[in-house]
C-alpha cells in the first residue's frame, strides 16, 4: 500500500431505513446517542447548548462521551456541514474531516464515511487508519442494527472491558 | 503501549528524548529492581501498585499509590522498585502536542510578568511529589488498559486520555508560574525551590486539612523557619495558611451537606473543627446561610 493511501479511508453500509431518519441519527443529539454515543452535547455559535432533537447545524461545536468510558475520555470538534438531507461533515480524531454522504444504489440506502486528512508519518500513521476505521466499523455496524432491528450492540458497562462493543 | 519488565525498560541517552506519540512505560520486578538513571522526557510517573524511591536530579522522592511525581523535559531520572508487587507507570508525553497545547494556552491568557522568560517546555515549577487523586488514577488504569486493547477507538481514547493529564498538567504549571512570580525572588532556582516547598504544603493541607494543623507543623513540611514561611505563602496564595486551612474545611463541609445524609455536628467534627458554634458561624459568614438551611435550600435547587 502506498504511504498516501493511508491518509484517508471509506467505509459503506446499506441501511434499510428512511434517508431521513439515517440522517437525523447523525445530525441530532438524541439521534447520535442512539446508536453511537452516550452523551452527546452539542453547542450552536452561540454556545447555547442543543436539545436533543434540535438538527445540529454547521459551526456547531460537540463533546462526545463513550458507554463504558468516564467523562475524561471525550473528543472535542466542529460541526463542518449539514445539508439537513444527505450530507453531514464534522472534524474527529486529530481534527481530520469525517464525511457522511447518503444516498441510493441498487434499491438500498448506502451511507458512506470518509475520513481524510490521517497524519502520515512512520509513528503514528498506522495507529490513526487501524484504530480509527476499526473504531467506525463496529458503530456502522451497530447504525445498521439499530435502525433495522432495533437491537444495540453497544457494551454499557464499565466494569467490561477491552471488547469491540465499546 | 506495553508492559516492560525492569530489565527491557527504554533507557535514553544523555539527551531529553524526543517522544512523536504519547509513551506509556510501565516497569514491573522485584524488590530492588532499578531503572538505571536517564535524561526523561516530559512526564509522570504514578506507582500503580507498592512502592519506589526515585532520584530526580538531586532529589530522592519516595513515591506510593497516594503519590505521583511530575517529570519535566532534561531530568536526570532513575528509580528503584521497593517492593515485590510494585507497578510503576511512566507516562511520557508526545513532545509536539505538548508545545501545542502550551501554546494554546498562551493565546487565551493573559500576559504576567515573567511569563515570557520561561520556555514553554520548562515543567521544572511543578517537578514534585503530588498526591493522588482518584481521577488520575483512573485515568493511568484506563491508559493500561486501552494499550492492547481491542475497543474501539482505543488508540483516539488513550489519547484523550492522555491529553487530558496534560491540559490539567499544562493548566497547573501555568499557575505555578503565576504564583511563583508573586514570591519576588529575583534568582531562578530560589524562586522554583521555594514555590516547591509552598505547593507542597498547600496540598498537604488539602489532604489533611480534617487533621489538627498548626502553623509549626505546616512550616515544618516546607522545611522553612515558621515567619518565613507565613510570609512567603501569603505572598504566594493571598491568604494565611490558617485561613486557607479553614477554607478547605468550609469546602468539605460544603459537599459533605450536599452529598451526604450526615448530622451538622458529625460533618463539623469530620471536617476538623472542634466546635460547632465556631463552625456554624465562619460556614453563615462564607456561604450566607447557616449549614442545615444551606442544606435544604440546596435540596430544593
Known amino acids: 500500500m502506498e504511504r498516501d493511501q493511508w491518509s484517508q479511508f471509506k467505509l459503506r453500509v446499506n441501511v434499510n431505513a428512511p434517508a431521513d431518519k439515517v440522517y437525523n441519527s447523525w445530525a441530532t443529539p438524541g439521534g447520535l446517542e442512539k446508536w453511537f454515543l452516550r452523551k452527546a452535547l452539542f453547542r450552536d455559535k452561540a454556545g447555547k447548548a442543543k436539545s436533543e432533537d434540535t ?42 474531516p469525517v464525511t457522511i454522504n447518503m444516498y441510493e444504489e441498487a434499491g438500498e ?36 442494527s439499530v435502525l433495522e432491528g432495533g437491537l444495540d450492540l453497544r457494551n454499557k458497562r464499565m466494569e467490561l472491558t477491552n471488547v469491540i462493543t465499546a | ?81 521497593e517492593r515485590d508487587d510494585t507497578l510503576v507507570a511512566l ?13 494554546g494556552l498562551m493565546k487565551i491568557s493573559d500576559e504576567t510578568s515573567g511569563w515570557s522568560a520561561v520556555s514553554e517546555e520548562d515543567f521544572s515549577l511543578v517537578e514534585h511529589v503530588h498526591f493522588m487523586n482518584a481521577s488520575l488514577r483512573e485515568q493511568f488504569q484506563l491508559l493500561m488498559e486501552l494499550g492492547n ?71 515544618g513540611v516546607a522545611m522553612l523557619d515558621k515567619q518565613h514561611f507565613l510570609r512567603l505563602f501569603k505572598r504566594a496564595y493571598q491568604i494565611t495558611p490558617h485561613n486557607f486551612l479553614t477554607r478547605m474545611r468550609l469546602e468539605r463541609a460544603e459537599k459533605l451537606l450536599e452529598e ?26 462564607t456561604y450566607g446561610e447557616a449549614p442545615g438551611r444551606y442544606r435544604r435550600k440546596m435540596r430544593l435547587h
Open chain 2, 149 to 219: 486493547s481491542c475497543a474501539s477507538f482505543h488508540s483516539l481514547k488513550a489519547d484523550m486520555v492522555v491529553r487530558s493529564i496534560l491540559d490539567s498538567l499544562i493548566s497547573e504549571n501555568y499557575h505555578a508560574l503565576q504564583i511563583s512570580e508573586k514570591l519576588r525572588v529575583v534568582k531562578t532556582v530560589t524562586k522554583i525551590a521555594l514555590y516547591k516547598r509552598l505547593a507542597a504544603v498547600r496540598e498537604w493541607i488539602i489532604n489533611n486539612c480534617q487533621q489538627p494543623i498548626d502553623l509549626q507543623q505546616a512550616a
Open chain 2, 91 to 103: 507516562l511520557y508525553f508526545d513532545a509536539a502536542l505538548s508545545k501545542l497545547l502550551y501554546n
Open chain 1, 55 to 96: 438538527p445540529i447545524e454547521q459551526g456547531d461545536t460537540y463533546e462526545w462521551y463513550w458507554h463504558g468510558y468516564p467523562d475524561s475520555v471525550v473528543e472535542k470538534g466542529t460541526v463542518l456541514k449539514a445539508n439537513g438531507k444527505d450530507f453531514f461533515s464534522f472534524t474527529f480524531s486529530m481534527k481530520c
Open chain 1, 109 to 144: 440506502l448506502i451511507v458512506q464515511l470518509v475520513e481524510s486528512g490521517l497524519p502520515l508519518d512512520d509513528d503514528t500513521a498506522m495507529k490513526h487508519f487501524v484504530g480509527d476505521s476499526r473504531g467506525w466499523i463496529f458503530y456502522l455496524a451497530n447504525l445498521k
Open chain 2, 1 to 81: 503501549m506495553s508492559r516492560s519488565p525492569v530489565a527491557d525498560a527504554p533507557l535514553f541517552s544523555n539527551k531529553p528524548p524526543e517522544f512523536s506519540d504519547h509513551t506509556l512505560c510501565q516497569y514491573v520486578g522485584g524488590k530492588g529492581a532499578v531503572v538505571p538513571a536517564h535524561i526523561a522526557g516530559l512526564g509522570v510517573a504514578v506507582v500503580m501498585s507498592g512502592e519506589a524511591t526515585f532520584r530526580i536530579n538531586r532529589e530522592v522522592i519516595a513515591i506510593n499509590e497516594d503519590s505521583f511525581l511530575v517529570v519535566n523535559k532534561g531530568s536526570k531520572l532513575s528509580f528503584k522498585l
Open chain 2, 260 to 285: 451526604t445524609d450526615l448530622a451538622v455536628s458529625d460533618i463539623c467534627r469530620s471536617v476538623g473543627f472542634d466546635s460547632v458554634p465556631s463552625f456554624t458561624s465562619l460556614f453563615k459568614r
